[in-house]
């Protein structure tokens, strides 16, 4: 199970930091990832990072304005988001897979998601 947390309503400029903490066992052999949705558009890849943090990859969208990190000893990711703009708001999604990556994925290579978390960047 993965749960967002971190989301909420943020003036264009701030920063922001999402964190995703998973239950069930076998955290350390997952790829992490984060996708986000805007209303009305499908889903976008953010950020990914391997299981042992070796590789991180962005997406083209947020890429130069945020880091994503993992803690395997507490079954966590986050994502530091910076500079938001108005057109970051979406609800941001946490998702799994055992698949190994060399670039970035697509949702539907994605095992497992959370419920997502919504941030709001008002101009």
């Known amino acids: 199970q993965l749960v967002e947390s971190g989301g909420g309503l943020v003036q264009a400029g701030d920063s922001l930091r999402l964190a995703c903490a998973a239950s069930?066992?076998?955290?350390?052999?997952?790829?992490m990832a984060w996708f986000r949705q805007a209303p009305g558009q499908g889903r976008e890849f953010v950020s990914g990072v391997v299981w042992n943090s070796a590789f991180t990859y962005y997406g083209d969208s947020m890429n130069g304005r945020v880091t994503t990190s993992r803690d395997n000893a507490k079954n966590t990711v986050a994502l530091q988001m910076n500079s938001l703009k108005p057109e970051d708001t979406a609800v941001y999604y946490c998702?799994?897979?055992?698949?190994?990556?060399?670039?970035?994925?697509?949702?539907?290579?994605?095992?497992?998601w959370g419920k997502g978390t919504l941030v709001t960047v008002s101009s």
């Open positions: 069930g066992g076998g955290f350390s052999a997952y790829f």
């Open positions: 998702a799994a897979s055992l698949k190994n990556f060399n670039g970035v994925p697509s949702e539907y290579d994605m095992d497992d």
